[in-house]
C-alpha cells in the first residue's frame, strides 16, 4: 500500500533555514510526481510546490517562489522541501502527497501522508 | 488566485444527506473537470473521497458524490453517519501544473 512518511520539521527561528523529506514506498516513485501541501493553525490547506516524476518541471506558489526548493531522490525514493528564509507565517503542518496519474504532473493529489509540523515564532 | 469559496460549516443529522459547494471561476472549476474532494480527521492523513468531479476511489462508500454545474462543485453526503463528521476540501487544477484548494467546511453530525 502507498506510504508517505514526512520528517524533519520543528522549531527554527524567523531568516533560518529547513529541509523537509518525504520517503515513498508502495508505488513505483519514478513515475509519479509529487507534492508539498501545507495547512496552518487554525486555517484551511494550501498547495505549496509540485515536481514532476523526473524532476524536469517544479512549480510554486507565490507564497513561497524563490524561499522554497522542491527536489526529489529517485535512488532514495524521497522528496525534499528546502525552505530558506523562514518566517512566521510560514508555520504550518507540511504534506507531502502524490500525484494520481503516472508520468502526468500536477493533478490534485490522490495519497497524502500525515504531515510534519514546522513552527517559526514570530 | 483566490481559494475557492466554501460554506465554513454545515451540519446534519445521522442519516440525513448533506451537500457542500466549490465555488470558482472559468479559470479553475470552470476551465477543467479536475476537482477533488478530501476528508480531514484529526491527525489523520487527508484522505481523498472524489477525483475528477464525480469519481470515487476504490474503498470510497457510494454515499460519497460530486457533481459540476458551471463554476461551481459539490458534494454530497448521504445517510450521515457520525464518522462523517470531519473538515472536507475541494481542490481544482487551475493549469500550469498548479493547484488551488477552497477554504474548508467543517461538517458536524448532529
Known amino acids: 500500500q502507498v506510504q508517505l512518511v514526512e520528517s524533519g520539521g520543528g522549531v527554527v527561528q524567523p531568516g533560518k533555514s529547513l529541509r523537509l523529506s518525504c520517503e515513498a514506498s508502495?508505488?513505483?516513485?519514478?513515475?509519479?510526481?509529487m507534492h508539498w501541501v501545507r495547512q496552518a493553525p487554525g486555517k484551511g490547506l494550501e498547495w505549496v510546490a509540485v515536481i514532476s516524476y523526473d524532476g524536469s518541471i517544479k512549480k510554486y506558489s507565490d507564497s513561497v517562489k524563490g524561499r522554497f526548493t522542491i527536489s526529489r531522490d529517485q535512488s532514495q525514493k524521497t522528496l525534499y522541501l528546502q525552505m530558506n528564509s523562514l518566517r512566521a507565517d510560514d508555520t504550518a503542518v507540511y504534506y507531502c502527497a502524490k500525484d494520481p496519474h503516472g508520468l502526468v504532473t500536477g493533478y490534485p493529489p490522490d495519497y497524502w501522508g500525515q504531515g510534519t509540523l514546522v513552527s517559526v515564532p514570530a | 488566485q483566490s481559494a475557492l469559496t466554501q460554506p465554513a460549516s454545515v451540519s446534519g443529522s445521522p442519516g440525513q444527506s448533506i451537500t457542500i459547494s466549490c465555488a470558482g471561476t472559468s479559470s479553475d472549476i470552470g476551465n477543467y473537470n479536475l476537482v477533488s474532494w478530501y476528508q480531514l480527521h484529526p491527525r489523520k492523513a487527508p484522505r481523498l473521497i472524489i477525483y475528477e468531479g464525480s469519481k470515487r476511489p476504490s474503498g470510497i462508500s457510494d454515499r460519497f458524490s460530486g457533481s459540476k454545474s458551471g463554476n461551481t462543485a459539490s458534494l454530497t453526503i448521504s445517510g450521515l453517519q457520525a464518522d462523517d463528521e470531519a473538515d472536507y476540501y475541494c481542490c481544482s487544477y487551475i493549469g500550469s501544473f498548479s493547484l488551488i484548494f477552497g477554504g474548508g467546511t467543517r461538517l458536524t453530525v448532529l
Open positions: 508502495g508505488f513505483t516513485f519514478t513515475k509519479y510526481g
